[in-house]
């Protein structure tokens, strides 16, 4: 078993795709597939971070997220704890880095981080000792995300090299999209983003895809990877589309923009009658459950990597921003 606590100069994190190389992508997806044969077991602990501890720190909402951050840690049977921005001295106006340091006392070998901000979980690994793992930056990244999907993606198809992922919707506010196209383009497959030329931020080319605003450019696609519009992310009174109904009339995903023998993907939460028609997210062509599943396996083995592999540059490795 490889030693589990490098000294503080040489911790790993994992901040972001970009960064990563195409080997860290396939050895966490190798874990991953490894974790999955385990919880196949009546008995799905594994003793692998006993001793450990994990903390959730997250400034959003999330459930499945969280969740699986949450139950990966203690299949791993890591000491865990959550702590959520409400309810905690966050509401009495402490700052995610005086947070971030009184979490630190307590010692854990990684933070977990979402924040509404770009560069939070960066700030974290830098006024702390421990691993961090960015569970979401404001519309920055998302890396663990885009790690699940292509698992999910290679189960679907059993590779990875040469798949074609539409990816459909609010490019412009989803730190899933950036993250996803990073990643599908590491492990040589491609992607086109699509939809109304105000969501589909120019520019993004600059990340190794091609981009569309006509919806029917996806059936070529062999992923439909639909995209939720963050309400959360537009100031009020911004109108990045006339109206929820046209978007949806353009771009929302119905049983008829499904070409047979394409899959569809959302990373959840999904929308229902805005950007995916319920019969799509309910057939058999949807991955959603599978993509559920695949976030549980992946964030076990990125608990594990963190804590194992040396580092290439310390003292920051895979995903520096
Ligand atoms: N996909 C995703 O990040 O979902 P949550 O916001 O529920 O964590």
Redo the contacts with the bound molecule.
């Keep these: 078993m490889p030693e589990l606590r490098p000294p503080a100069a040489a911790r790993r994190h994992l901040l972001s795709v970009q960064g990563m190389s195409r080997e860290d992508v396939e050895r966490i997806l190798e874990t991953a597939r490894r974790m999955a044969s385990s919880l196949d077991r009546e008995m799905k602990k594994l003793p692998t971070l006993r001793g450990r501890t994990v903390v959730n720190l997250f400034y959003e909402?999330?459930?499945?997220?969280?969740a699986s951050f949450e139950l990966a840690a203690k299949r791993l049977s890591a000491d865990t704890m959550s702590i959520r921005a409400s309810g905690s001295s966050v509401d009495k106006g402490e700052s995610l880095k005086d947070t971030a340091s009184t979490l630190a006392a307590y010692d854990p070998d990684i933070i977990v981080v979402r924040h509404p901000s770009i560069g939070a979980a960066q700030l974290v690994s830098r006024c702390t000792a421990a691993s961090v793992v960015n569970a979401?930056d404001g519309k920055h990244q998302?890396p663990t995300?885009a790690v699940l999907d292509l698992y999910a993606m290679e189960e679907a198809f059993g590779r990875l090299e040469g798949l074609h992922v539409a990816i459909v919707g609010d490019v412009l506010h989803s730190r899933?999209a950036r993250s996803l196209v990073q990643a599908l383009e590491l492990v040589g497959a491609r992607s086109t983003l699509i939809g109304p030329p105000t969501l589909v931020p120019r520019g993004m080319e600059a990340l190794g895809c091609s981009t569309s605003s006509d919806i029917r450019d996806a059936v070529q696609a062999d992923v439909l990877y639909v995209l939720r519009m963050q309400r959360e992310r537009m100031a009020p009174g911004e109108a990045f589309i006339p109206s929820l109904r046209e978007y949806t009339a353009l771009y929302g995903i119905t049983p008829e923009r499904v070409r047979p023998g394409q899959v569809v993907m959302h990373?959840?939460?999904m929308n229902r009658g805005v950007e995916i028609d319920a019969r799509v997210a309910d057939s058999e062509a949807a991955l959603v459950g599978n993509q559920v599943r695949a976030g549980l396996v992946v964030r076990m083995a990125v608990l594990y990597d963190v804590l194992t592999v040396a580092p290439v540059a310390a003292p920051v490795a895979a995903g520096v921003m």
């Design positions: 909402s999330s459930t499945r997220t969280l979401g998302h995300q899933v990373p959840g939460p």
